[in-house]
């Protein structure tokens, strides 16, 4: 087994750390943040992860795993993966001084023959930047490898320990089969290529993605217009092996750290370099708008919502996850208080402190019975498995008014009948009677 450092403790760096020491490698993690790395030292993870904890614990415990805040004055390690963050910048594109700062200080206390490993998402051409670098640090020569991420969150050590492929871009072989033996015990396929195209792996995958995602929220407010069921209609589609079923959920939209930066990047690389991406713009403009739409949806259901209660459940910008970057669930709690309702929100992971310094003045709840208390319309905004298998009768006996905005269509509808609830949900029939399709009706007219 082999040597490893890691760099910054976010994410993508802690997971990658945890994995690839439960794998049997020896992992050096180095984070600025002296309170991070106390937390991580300790095996203790700094986000809510699924089954992170335990594998920082085993891994410490076993003494494969260490954290430190500064960094050693030589690396012990020949292999050195970057996994700092790459914020949005004010422009749109990814802000990778992060980057520049860490491979600076990285490349001054290698030792010869190692390899850098970027991991953060960076625009195309980051890797030679990187490469030109360490040219110019005058230090010892090493090899620069691009090894895009692809995890999600709420899944991310699954993800890891069972990747669909893995993706290593580098004009060194020999660099790029050193770095792949670390994921040997895993058996995936490795696809090696340029850097440039790794890179641009990990933004297409991304932007596809979330495309699928606006996609079928624009199908859905067809099959509203038009009276059709949305989950039939992707249900349908996914059968089709060219098209798949994996997200084609039709709801609320996406968030959280990845996709809003990534697409908007990507958007922004095309157009500095003279493309067009109207595609990807598009992407970005049905995203934004399906918050507009379960806004929307709660204002036809309750009427007039200054000084309406509105209980909003969930905040993480999906289930499985205290991530709230970026989150459709806050995005629709700031709209519904610009209209002046009275917004209560409770989410099973999200400290309240967080949720209230993202959207301020809004009222957190420590359970779903006290936010659903007196409000004229529960959102489910996040599917969190709690909200699905909610004792709705319950619910029925606390709230003001008996309606449901089902914004990630999570829920059965007849269980929301039968307490009680007027049902409302995204590109779906609900209990509402469908409308007459207006072909059908000039059909009808002219027979």
């Not at 792996?201 to 932007?207: H, L």
């Not at 918050?291 to 910008?317: C, H, M, P, W, Y």
């Not at 309702?341 to 006290?370: C, F, I, K, N, W």
Request: proline residues 5%; hydrophobic residues 45%; contains cysteine.
């Amino acid at each position: 087994m082999s040597r490893i450092a890691v760099i910054g403790c976010g994410y993508v760096g802690a997971v990658s750390a945890a994995c690839f020491a439960h794998l049997g490698h020896e992992v050096e993690c180095v984070d600025t943040d002296p309170e991070r790395v106390a937390l991580l030292d300790a095996g203790r993870s700094p986000i809510h992860e699924p089954g992170l904890d335990e594998l920082l614990r085993t891994g410490v415990a076993a003494g494969r795993l260490s954290f430190r805040s500064t960094y050693p004055d030589r690396f012990a390690a020949r292999i050195v993966f970057i996994a700092v963050n790459t914020p949005e910048s004010q422009e749109g594109a990814a802000d990778i001084r992060a980057v520049r700062d860490a491979v600076t200080a990285v490349a001054a206390r290698l030792q010869p023959g190692s390899i850098i490993v970027n991991k953060s998402t960076v625009p195309i051409g980051t890797g030679d930047l990187v490469v030109g670098m360490a040219r110019r640090s005058g230090q010892c020569p090493f090899a620069v490898v691009s090894n895009p991420e692809f995890l999600r969150e709420g899944s991310a050590i699954s993800d890891f320990m069972n990747p669909d492929r893995i993706v290593l871009g580098s004009d060194d072989r020999v660099a790029i089969d050193r770095v792949a033996d670390l994921y040997g015990p895993l058996e995936a396929h490795v696809q090696r290529v340029d850097i440039r195209t790794a890179e641009m792996i990990k933004y297409a995958s991304n932007a596809f993605l979330a495309t699928k995602i606006s996609f079928i929220n624009e199908i859905a407010a067809i099959c509203e217009a038009l009276g059709a069921d949305v989950a039939e209609v992707a249900r349908g589609m996914g059968m089709d092996s060219r098209i798949g079923h994996q997200f084609l959920s039709a709801g609320l939209g996406w968030g959280g750290s990845c996709f809003p930066k990534d697409v908007k990047a990507l958007a922004h690389m095309a157009a500095v370099h003279g493309a067009h991406p109207q595609l990807l713009r598009s992407v970005m403009e049905i995203n934004r708008d399906q918050q507009f739409r379960a806004l929307q949806k709660v204002r036809e259901a309750v009427g007039v919502l200054d000084d309406a209660r509105v209980a909003i459940l969930g905040a993480s910008f999906k289930a499985n996850t205290d991530d709230i970057r970026n989150s459709p669930a806050l995005a629709l709690a700031s709209l519904l208080q610009l209209e002046g309702a009275r917004v209560t929100v409770y989410d099973p992971v999200v400290q309240a402190r967080r949720v209230q310094d993202a959207v301020p003045g809004v009222a957190v709840a420590a359970s779903v019975l006290e936010a659903a208390r007196d409000a004229e319309a529960v959102v489910l905004a996040t599917d969190w498995l709690e909200f699905q298998l909610l004792d709705w009768q319950a619910v029925a006996r606390v709230v003001a008014r008996p309606v449901v905005i089902d914004a990630r269509n999570a829920l059965e509808p007849r269980t929301l009948a039968a307490a009680g609830f007027e049902y409302r949900c995204i590109g779906r029939p609900g209990n509402k009677q469908r409308p007459a399709p207006a072909a059908l009706e000039q059909l009808e007219v002219s027979a």
